[in-house]
């Protein structure tokens, strides 16, 4: 029975089965059993529930898993978990989400609701949370990480992964990491697979070419979709207009950004107001 299942198999065959182990008490056996689940099945899984048994199901989640199907789920459904969890349950959701899924949360509720939310998070993310959110719609900045890796260019190979498997732990993606020089400015982008095949003794300046690309903060999130078009990336570092490094992008959101354009658009071919 724990097994991993396709999304259609675990909402169609699965489900009657589910709600019988709820309604009969035996939450323990439908913890195990979503626990083994892909997260993005578990939302598609949530969004087939009434109210009260997706909200149930979501308490039953591990810690971990619960930030992941959180963040997949569409605004009504997050807006409806929030109403029916109890404040701290809501401060650990709010809290577990990437700053970026934070942000596009926030920017989402009316204000009153926010202000509320932004009450129930540590010093250090509220911070972040009104710093991201200070961005004007519709911008690169609104989408960016703090989550990402940074290293220096006197650094050997050697020295720049052992930094890796300190700071990369809670990092988005290690896939690329940034180099800075003394005063924060991006000097280039790197590849992780360039640094690992490199001789440990090689410095991080000697591995660099000169060529990046990166937005900055205050230009429209469409002209990052273009750029990660052009270079196909898996991240995207993000400056002020000084050249600072301030965060990354990643694919996942520049993904929702294209998508949302791309639906816009096809109204308006359509004639149909969005």
Known sequence: FFFFLSPMILRHLLLPDILDLVESGRLFFVRVFLAKQPGPEIAE????????????????LPRHLADEVFSLLELPFQDLL????????????????????????????????TKG?????????????LTLLSYPEGSVGRLMTDRYVEVEPEWTAAQALDHLRR???DSETIAMVYVTDEKGRLTDDLRLRKIIIA????????????????PQSLQHREEAVQIFR???????????????????????DILDVAEAAATEDFHKLATVRP
């Open 82 to 113: 929030l109403k029916n969890m109890a404040q701290e349950e809501v401060r650990q959701v709010i809290s577990g989400l990437s700053p970026d899924d934070r942000t596009a949360l926030f920017e989402e509720l009316p204000a009153r609701v």
């Open 230 to 252: 052009k270079y196909d990336l898996y991240a995207l570092p993000v400056v002020d207009p000084d050249g600072i490094l301030l965060g990354i992008v990643t694919i996942d």
């Open 167 to 169: 700071a990369g732990i």
């Open 199 to 214: 001789d440990p003794s090689t410095r991080i300046a000697d591995l660099l070419d000169g060529h990046f690309a990166c």
């Open 117 to 129: 939310l932004l009450g129930l998070l540590s010093d250090q993310d509220r911070k972040q949370a």
């Open 45 to 60: 899984l949530l969004t087939a529930l009434a109210d009260k048994d997706r909200v149930l199901l979501f308490r039953l």
